[in-house]
């Protein structure tokens, strides 16, 4: 575990960072939902902030590094507890897992190398599963 919180002058904030090179990588992003639009209101749901298509393309490229045009190979929305969570697998290897609550978007991306990926694509899923907000 590494704790951080890394703002960037496009008010993306890193906030929390997972290693392991056994399984891979974790990263929590915490950003506020006024940076997809000033209209949006403080208590905006997820569905309110886009589409899963457009929140992958907006904030995929801060996650993976790269455009993720192209790379996204699976979107699925889910609902925990009246929630809505919409779920990614990008190329090569990355899950990610965005929601919305107040006034910020939460994102979590686990990462790995194929080598990760191969022993442990099963786990790495479930945490992807796992991630909810309060």
Do not use: C
């Amino acid at each position: 575990q590494v704790p951080v919180s890394i703002a960037d002058l496009g008010g993306t904030e890193i906030d929390l960072r997972f290693s392991s090179t056994e399984e891979g990588n974790i990263a929590i992003v915490v950003a506020p939902v006024k940076r997809f639009s000033d209209t949006i209101a403080d208590n905006a749901t997820i569905e309110e902030i886009g589409a899963p298509d457009k929140v992958i393309y907006a904030f995929g490229p801060e996650i993976t590094g790269k455009n993720v045009e192209g790379a996204v190979k699976d979107m699925e929305v889910k609902k925990y507890e009246g929630r809505t969570y919409y779920q990614y697998e990008v190329e090569p290897h990355i899950l990610i897992t965005a929601t919305a609550a107040g006034n910020r978007l939460y994102l979590m991306s686990v990462n790995a190398n194929g080598l990760q990926w191969r022993k442990h694509a099963p786990v790495l899923r479930r945490i992807q599963d796992s991630f909810r907000v309060g």
